[in-house]
């Protein structure tokens, strides 16, 4: 993948920015993880206390996606 340069209109790719990708990857892989479990957890959980703290760990999950993606999306506006 390709990313654009601090200008925007230059490709920046390399070893530096596949690394980059291959850890933004891996990281929404183990969010992804965490907030499937943590849903299984608020559908099957008997407590509403359980079902309450599963959902504010989903809220939480959710909220990590969008910060490694506006993460993401910084750094490949500065090149890196």
């Not at 920046?12 to 479990?37: C, T, Y």
Request: a negative charge; glycine letters at 6%.
């Amino acid at each position: 993948m390709n990313l654009v340069s601090q200008s925007g209109d230059v490709p920046v790719s390399g070893p530096k920015s596949d690394e980059m990708n291959r850890l933004f990857h891996r990281l929404n892989n183990q969010l992804g993880i965490v907030l499937a479990h943590a849903e299984m957890l608020e559908q099957t959980s008997v407590e509403e206390a359980q079902r309450e703290h599963a959902s504010r760990v989903v809220a939480s999950v959710i909220d990590a996606l969008g910060t490694s993606r506006e993460i993401r999306r910084l750094s490949h506006t500065a090149g890196i």
